[in-house]
């Protein structure tokens, strides 16, 4: 017998009595301007928040927030005059002197302060890991209260890969001491857009 | 390895300097504390709780079924899958990916099921290379221990110690200590590992049957580095992290974070489900006792 039906036959044998899933449709939240809890979550957790009138004002922080003498990479077309619109069709190597890349994000949580991004809005896969900064476009109208209600958006999503982004990456693991950036970007910024 | 002591062993030798180990208790307590604060503030943490079991208990009593459509959905997304009964065959599997890919350096994300399989000294005995790429477990690497901690794998160890092995494997200057200048060092040296390995390892922290994805969270950014860069990636897990749905990552993205360090998400929460354009993606079950 192959370990594959060894290991079914074994699970089979000694599951117990089928039980029920729980219905889960019950985690509600309090009414709350989600908008101003998205702010406060990620701005608490090391990110930093801007709320922006429009594209131009994002341009307008970019440059002056960020050194653009250094490549910056987008998927946004109206950000073509900041950044290189990046393909996906190159090696992912090609990113490694990335300084700062610019994402759209499709969902927000206002609980956590995370980002929900696909591989098409982030162009290649390592761009929002790669980075040495991480920026975020947010519309409002993208922001959820909890991961239930992201997770009933993203629901039917077809992605290759996908992942919550919830601010700079980090590591305590020298005696409990916090660090931003560890492997992946030292600062991650949000735009939130009306 | 230091660590083919016993844990008893090991403890009262540690438990000798009481200093030690009231900062030892501290540094516990404070990871404790942040966990309250964080569940506290969560409305309906215990009915939250109470549901990540009931699913999970769902899991364990149709398990048969959900591996089988896991499986099933892996495939049809192009992952390879392939089933170990115990830390040989699954050492055995992953040796033989690498070896037909001529590839004799690898780098891993935290993952305590190839730590349980005792994976890196049987591939280090074949001539294949693995590095940690998270920060706790690349410091007790080169100490040449095991990780005392499944979150926190160093937090036995002081700054200075750290400093000492800096200087001695990486050349650091002597004396170095700031957490911050420390873990800049360790970024700058694993950039370049990840940058030139062509295969990758992460651990699974859940296994979704109902679209054969799985996700994997860090906080380093480490996963996604190796992940993204190589050409050969490779998960492992425990037939025990399969959930059935996607939704039901809700409930337990929303407890992990907080449950272990009282953050309210890991930074990072990848859905890895197809191998992207030119890359293998391998999938290994591990049962090794829990079946």
Redesign the interface.
């Known amino acids: 017998m192959?370990?594959?039906d060894?290991?079914?036959a074994?699970?089979?044998k000694?599951?117990?009595?089928?039980?029920?899933?729980?219905d889960?449709s019950?985690?509600k939240?309090?009414e709350e301007d989600v908008v101003e809890k998205y702010k406060n979550?990620f701005s608490g957790?090391g990110g930093l928040v801007y709320s922006a009138k429009n594209i131009e004002a994002i341009k307008n922080h970019i440059r002056e927030n960020f050194d653009t003498e250094k490549r910056i990479v987008s998927t946004l077309p109206a950000l073509s005059d900041v950044a290189e619109i990046c393909s996906s069709s190159v090696e992912?190597?090609s990113f490694?002197d990335v300084e700062l890349s610019i994402i759209e994000a499709r969902l927000a949580?206002a609980?956590?302060?995370?980002v929900w991004l696909t591989?098409e809005v982030m162009g290649?896969?390592?761009i929002p890991?790669?980075s040495q900064h991480l920026a975020v476009v947010v519309y409002e109208s993208r922001i959820v209260s909890?991961?239930?209600e992201?997770?009933?958006k993203?629901?039917d999503e077809v992605?290759?890969?996908?992942?919550?982004?919830?601010?700079?990456?980090?590591?305590?693991?020298?005696?409990?001491?916090l660090?931003l950036?560890?492997?992946?970007?030292l600062s991650m910024t949000v735009y939130v857009i009306k | 390895m230091k660590g083919t002591q016993d844990h008893a062993t090991l403890a009262e030798v540690f438990n000798r300097d009481e200093d030690r180990v009231d900062w030892h208790d501290g540094?516990l307590w404070?990871?404790r504390q942040k966990r309250d604060r964080s569940a506290n503030l969560?409305?309906?943490w215990e009915?939250?709780r109470?549901?990540a079991s009931?699913?999970k208990?769902?899991v364990?009593?149709?398990?048969?079924d959900y591996?089988?459509q896991f499986e099933e959905n892996l495939k049809k997304?192009g992952v390879k899958v392939y089933?170990?009964?115990d830390a040989e065959?699954h050492n055995q599997i992953i040796h033989k990916i690498l070896s037909d890919k001529n590839i004799n350096q690898m780098v891993k994300s935290k993952s305590m099921l190839t730590e349980e399989c005792h994976l890196n000294e049987y591939l280090a005995d074949r001539g294949i290379d693995v590095i940690n790429?998270?920060?706790?477990e690349y410091?007790q690497q080169i100490d040449n221990e095991p990780p005392s901690h499944i979150v926190?794998?160093?937090?036995h160890?002081?700054?200075e110690e750290?400093g000492e092995l800096f200087h001695e494997h990486l050349g650091t200057e002597k004396g170095l200590s700031d957490?911050?200048l420390?873990?800049?060092v360790a970024?700058n040296h694993?950039?370049n590992v990840?940058?030139t390995r062509r295969a990758a390892l992460t651990g699974v922290n859940f296994a979704v049957a109902e679209t054969g994805e799985y996700v994997v969270c860090t906080?380093?950014?480490?996963a996604?580095?190796g992940?993204?860069?190589c050409e050969v990636q490779i998960a492992s897990m425990g037939?025990e992290k399969i959930i059935?749905e996607?939704?039901?990552?809700?409930?337990f993205?929303?407890l992990l974070a907080r449950s272990a360090?009282g953050?309210?998400?890991?930074?990072?929460?990848?859905?890895?489900?197809?191998?992207?354009p030119g890359q293998e993606m391998h999938l290994i079950?591990v049962?090794k006792g829990r079946?």
Not at chain 2, 246 to 251: A, C, D, S, T, W
């Open positions: 192959s370990s594959r060894s290991i079914l074994a699970v089979l000694n599951q117990p009595p089928l039980t029920d899933l729980p889960i019950g985690f939240v309090p979550t957790i992912p190597q490694e949580v609980e956590n302060g995370a591989e290649h896969r390592i890991y790669i909890t991961m239930h992201a997770y009933a993203i629901a992605y290759g890969f996908g992942g919550f982004i919830g601010g700079p990456s980090k590591t305590a693991d020298i005696e409990q001491a660090v950036g560890a492997h992946g970007p | 540094a404070w990871i969560t409305p309906q009915e939250l109470e549901a009931a699913i208990s769902n364990i009593s149709n398990l048969h591996l089988l997304n089933w170990a009964s065959e790429s998270d920060l706790g410091i926190l794998p160093c937090i160890k002081k700054k750290i957490p911050t420390l873990t800049r970024r694993l950039r990840f940058m906080n380093e950014g480490n996604d580095m992940a993204h860069l037939l059935p996607r939704k039901h990552l809700g409930v993205l929303r360090i953050q309210p998400i890991t930074i990072y929460s990848s859905h890895f489900r197809k191998p992207r079950l049962d079946s």
